[in-house]
């Protein structure tokens, strides 16, 4: 799993959870690293935060959705609700479900565990 967030509480959270259920991540903060992570580590989902100016994962989503090898991989993006513009763009970059904050967070477990 590829993990592209540079928000330290959510990378800290997303990381304790998948030490506890055993579960491998890594972390990727920019499109290119994104797109190599995913290359070389053929992941079942990577997960972007969408509020980061850092990560560009509206930029990654393309970019993994352009390469035919790689736009099978799904993606999940959280973001804050109330950014009903940023929620829209994401699903036309490509990002195939767009989650809340709050909603990630109750979700991470079966999101990392593939349910």
Same mark, same amino acid.
């Given at each position: #799993?590829?993990? !592209?967030?540079?928000?330290? #509480?959510?990378?800290?959270?997303?990381?304790?959870?998948?030490? !506890? =259920?055993?579960?491998?991540?890594?972390?990727?903060?920019?499109?290119? /690293?994104?797109?190599?992570?995913?290359?070389?580590?053929?992941?079942?989902?990577?997960? =972007?935060?969408?509020?980061?100016?850092?990560?560009?994962?509206?930029?990654?989503?393309? @970019?993994?959705? /352009?390469?035919?090898? =790689? @736009?099978?991989?799904?993606?999940?993006?959280?973001?804050?609700?109330?950014?009903?513009? =940023?929620?829209?763009?994401?699903?036309? /970059?490509?990002?195939?479900?767009?989650? /809340?904050?709050?909603?990630?967070? #109750?979700?991470?477990?079966?999101?990392?565990?593939?349910?």
């Amino acid at each position: #799993m590829i993990v !592209a967030v540079d928000d330290l #509480m959510f990378a800290s959270r997303i990381s304790s959870a998948a030490k !506890a =259920l055993g579960v491998e991540i890594a972390f990727a903060r920019s499109p290119e /690293a994104i797109v190599e992570a995913v290359r070389t580590k053929a992941p079942r989902l990577v997960i =972007l935060d969408l509020n980061s100016v850092k990560v560009r994962p509206l930029e990654a989503v393309a @970019a993994l959705k /352009a390469d035919a090898a =790689l @736009a099978a991989v799904p993606t999940v993006g959280f973001v804050s609700h109330v950014q009903a513009d =940023l929620i829209t763009e994401a699903r036309r /970059a490509g990002v195939d479900q767009v989650l /809340a904050r709050s909603a990630f967070v #109750m979700q991470l477990p079966q999101l990392l565990q593939g349910s």
